[in-house]
C-alpha cells in the first residue's frame, strides 16, 4: 500500500529536515509530495531531494489549498500529512500502518514528541483511545489531533470532500470533525511525530484567527454530533 506524505511548503527554513525524515522511513512505499505554497525563501533547501520527490508549485492559498494540491496529484491508497516545520520518526509510517491494517481503521492518529526550534526535546503528548461517541464529545471541546500524526485513507479524503479552504488555521480541525460523521478514527499510543514548537509557527503568529475559526468549527458540528447521538439511541 503506497503512502502518499503531503508537504505544505511556505517559507518555511525547517523544510529541509521535514523531507529527510518521511524520506528516511523504513516503510518504503511512499511517494513524497511538496506543495510549495508561494514560497519566497529557504526554496535551495528543497534542491538536495528533487530527484526523490514530487515538487509541485503554486501561487499562495494556504494550506488547507496546499494539502488539496497535493491530494489531486497523490497516487496512494493512503494520505499523511507533513508540517515544513515538523518530523517523522523513522518508523512512523511503519507502525502506523500495521496497526491500522490490524485493527481496520481508516483513520488513525498518534502520540507526539515536541521538540524546540533546535530539535531538542520538550515533552510528549499522548491521548487516549475513545469511542466515536466520546471522541465527537472531545472534539466539541476543542481537538485532541495533531494534524501530522493523521494517516488516513485518501478514498475517504476524497469522498468527505478535500480540506475546507474558507478555514486558514483550523482546517485540520475541521476536517477530523467531517471525517469522524463517515468513520470512526482510531488512536495508536506511541509518540511517532517531532511536532516544532516555536516563535514562528502559525497558531502562535494567529491565535486570535485560530480562535475564531475553533469557533465556528464548534458550532458548525455542534447539530451533526447531537443528530449522530440522538439516532444512535434510537437505533439501539
Known amino acids: 500500500m503506497k503512502v502518499s506524505v503531503i508537504i505544505p511548503f ?3 527554513p525547517y523544510v529541509d529536515q521535514a523531507i529527510k525524515s518521511a524520506l528516511n522511513q523504513t516503510y518504503q512505499n511512499i511517494e513524497v ?14 534542491k538536495p531531494f528533487i530527484n526523490r520527490i514530487k515538487y509541485l508549485k503554486k501561487a499562495n492559498g494556504g494550506t488547507a489549498s496546499a494539502l488539496n494540491y497535493g ?8 494520505f499523511a500529512w507533513l508540517s515544513s516545520d515538523d518530523m517523522f520518526l523513522k518508523t512512523k509510517i511503519e507502525r502506523q500502518l500495521t ?3 490490524s485493527t481496520g481503521a481508516l483513520v488513525s492518529y498518534t502520540a507526539f514528541i515536541s521538540i524546540d526550534a533546535n530539535n ?13 461517541k466520546k471522541l465527537m464529545r472531545q472534539l466539541l471541546k476543542g481537538c485532541p489531533i495533531n494534524g501530522c500524526t493523521v494517516i488516513a485513507d485518501i478514498n475517504l479524503i476524497k469522498r468527505s470532500g478535500f480540506f475546507d479552504e474558507s478555514f486558514k488555521y483550523a482546517q485540520d480541525y475541521e476536517m477530523w470533525c467531517r471525517l469522524i460523521l463517515d468513520s470512526s478514527i482510531s488512536y495508536l499510543d506511541e ?4 511536532y516544532r514548537v516555536h516563535n514562528s509557527m502559525g497558531s502562535v503568529k494567529h491565535a486570535n484567527g485560530v480562535g475564531k475559526e475553533t469557533l465556528r468549527v464548534k458550532n458548525k458540528y455542534k447539530k451533526f454530533f447531537q443528530l449522530y447521538s440522538s439516532h444512535k439511541k434510537t437505533n439501539k
Open 10 to 12: 511556505y517559507n518555511c
Open 120 to 132: 531538542k526535546a520538550i515533552n510528549q503528548v499522548h491521548s487516549i483511545q475513545m469511542s466515536r
Open 71 to 78: 491530494l489531486k496529484h497523490a497516487t496512494g491508497q493512503y
Open 99 to 101: 496497526f491500522m491494517k
Open 191 to 194: 509518540a511517532l511525530i517531532l
Open 33 to 46: 509530495i511538496v506543495v510549495d505554497d508561494g514560497s519566497t525563501q529557504h526554496v535551495e533547501k528543497i
